[in-house]
């Protein structure tokens, strides 16, 4: 897969968008780089907000068949990633600080 200039725009905005959701919703920064989740050359995806298929740090874009793939699944780890650190923070709200019970 080959991503013109107009592509790889959109994609860095698509992963700004949800790296700035994450952070948000949750008041966690996923990776510490917010402000930059995602570079593309010519031939590969680097990032450290989103695992994408190969759970690394580096994606051939040669694994993708398509734009939308590759959103999909970034919108998808970002869900998981809320839905982590929100369940983690619901379960920190239940513990009894005195006793440690959680409720």
Known sequence: MKLGERQIAYLKGYAMAIQSMMAELTGENSCAKSY????????????????????GRH?????????EEITDLM???GV??????LNLNEE???IDTNNDRVY
């Open 75 to 77: 919108l998808e780890q």
């Open 59 to 67: 994606h051939p874009l040669s694994d993708y068949n398509s734009l």
């Open 36 to 55: 930059d989740p995602i570079q593309i050359d010519d031939d590969t995806i680097h990032s450290y907000a989103f695992d994408l298929k190969d759970g």
């Open 92 to 94: 920190d709200e239940r």
């Open 80 to 85: 998981q990633w809320c839905k982590f650190c």
